[in-house]
């Protein structure tokens, strides 16, 4: 299968970017793909990072679009009550910044399931189409332009995390930092601009 999307260039990549913005799991192969089409550079980096952003929001807002229509409770129904409620109260507290990191960050974040919660909640389609868009333009083309200066090594390390565990560590624990700083920050902003209630005689 990754032959055959590696043949078809940038509309295998679209297709997968698809795939992996539903309920399907795909195990970061838009990355991994992305990563290997970038590092040949048949074409440049920022082709096969726009195939890539094209495709998930696409796959980004058929799941909106599905899960609106489907509702809440048919969602608790098909992948667990627990888990469902957990992915909504992330999100009902920090919206739009847990859907950006979700987007972003390039690690096995249920991101499909932010996208459902998201068409639920009717969250502005617009900001969600703007928000995905930006968040995976960044994610993508950061991975073809790492790709395509590095090449074969940036994709081996894609491939074989387990040799590069130093490398991963530290980026995992920047990712994390700078994940709480952000959400620190905002809930701090919502903190200062909420009313407060002054007591005393009238």
């Known amino acids: 299968m990754q032959r055959v999307l590696q043949h078809l260039g940038g509309f295998g990549l679209l297709l997968l970017a698809i795939v992996d913005s539903s309920p399907i799991p795909t195990f970061g192969g838009p990355d991994i793909l992305t990563a290997i089409l970038a590092a040949r550079r048949r074409e440049p980096w920022y082709y096969y990072a726009g195939f890539a952003t094209v495709g998930s929001v696409i796959g980004a807002y058929l799941t909106f679009r599905m899960a609106h229509k489907a509702g809440l409770e048919y969602l608790k129904r098909k992948f667990g009550q627990r888990r469902v409620s957990k992915v909504q109260q992330y999100f009902e507290r920090w919206g739009t910044t847990a859907l950006a990191v979700s987007t972003v960050v390039p690690l096995p974040f249920p991101t499909s399931?932010?996208?459902?919660?998201?068409?639920?909640?009717?969250?502005?389609?617009?900001?969600?189409?703007?928000?995905?868009?930006?968040?995976?333009?960044?994610?993508?083309?950061?991975?073809?332009?790492?790709?395509?200066?590095?090449?074969?090594?940036?994709?081996?390390?894609?491939?074989?995390?387990?040799?590069?565990?130093?490398?991963?560590?530290?980026?995992?624990?920047?990712?994390?930092?700078?994940t709480t700083a952000a959400l620190f920050l905002k809930d701090r902003s919502r903190s200062s601009h909420s009313p407060t209630v002054k007591t005393g005689a009238t």
């Open 113 to 178: 399931a932010f996208f459902a919660i998201a068409g639920t909640l009717d969250y502005p389609l617009r900001t969600f189409i703007l928000v995905v868009a930006l968040g995976r333009a960044l994610r993508y083309g950061t991975i073809a332009v790492i790709a395509s200066h590095y090449g074969r090594r940036f994709i081996a390390g894609l491939r074989h995390p387990e040799r590069h565990h130093g490398w991963l560590l530290a980026i995992a624990v920047a990712v994390v930092v700078a």
